[in-house]
């Protein structure tokens, strides 16, 4: 059983550009979530999501941030117009259904730097 | 509300003395709880997890915790410290609606 796959594992965009960053859940799992690690800070939440559903995005910035998780396919974070301040490592992770206990379980993360 | 708390940014250890870093949470119900690893330019890694059971819970590398109720604590420890011990460690609480909680990380230096 493969972990929770991310990619690209490195990304570079230029302000302005977009950025689609990429998270395969572990097999089974349908709950994914989104956390960015500024440099010299933890780990913040951003988006919580199950197959075709938003579950909580309190912690996505309100402007140029958003996510999906279709039924097919793997969740994606998408940045329209990249700043310098999106510079970080974004992790994804997923989870079982309706378990908190287990997990979760994380991806290699991608990190974006933005020139 | 769930919310995490790790009372110490930066620990620095001498290799073979032993590791402490500290983590309190509060929960208005009885969590499950987690700690962390990241390695320089790596990503995640799960030590170890409480989940109701055992309080004192072994994890992978010599690291275990012990969850205490009382103190709203979940201490992660080592008997001793390796130099690949270096890494910087987040604990975890769990919240409703599957929700988890991050500290805001402890950066372990193990001094040779």
């Known amino acids: 059983n493969a972990g929770v796959m991310q990619n690209p594992r490195h990304l570079v965009r230029r302000r302005g550009q977009e950025a689609r960053l990429r998270c395969s859940p572990m097999?089974?799992?349908?709950?994914v979530y989104w956390y960015r690690q500024l440099p010299e800070e933890g780990l913040k939440f951003m988006v919580y999501?199950?197959?075709?559903?938003?579950?909580?995005e309190s912690g996505m910035p309100k402007e140029r941030f958003s996510a999906e998780f279709p039924k097919e396919g793997p969740s994606i974070l998408r940045i329209q117009q990249v700043v310098r301040g999106d510079s970080a490592a974004y992790f994804c992770?997923?989870?079982?259904?309706?378990?908190?206990?287990?997990?979760?379980?994380f991806g290699p993360g991608t990190r974006l730097t933005v020139l | 509300a769930q919310s995490v708390t790790q009372l110490d940014s930066h620990v620095s250890v001498s290799e073979g003395t032993p590791v402490l870093l500290r983590c309190n949470y509060s929960?208005?119900?009885?969590?499950?709880l987690f700690w962390y690893v990241q390695h320089p330019n790596k990503g995640l890694q799960l030590l170890l997890k409480?989940?109701?059971?055992?309080?004192l819970v072994k994890g992978i590398n010599g690291f275990e915790a012990e969850f205490k109720k009382s103190e709203t604590s979940f201490h992660l420890t080592k008997p001793s410290a390796h130099m690949s011990d270096a890494a910087e460690y987040f604990c975890?609480?769990?919240?409703?609606?599957?929700?988890?909680?991050f500290g805001t990380g402890t950066s372990l230096t193990v001094i040779p």
């Open positions: 992770a997923s989870s079982p259904d309706g378990t908190s206990g287990r997990g979760p379980f």
């Open positions: 097999k089974g799992h349908s709950h």
């Open positions: 999501l199950q197959k075709e559903n938003i579950i909580d």
């Open positions: 929960s208005s119900y009885s969590p499950s």
């Open positions: 409480y989940t109701s059971a055992a309080t």
């Open positions: 975890v609480v769990s919240g409703t609606g599957n929700q988890f909680y």
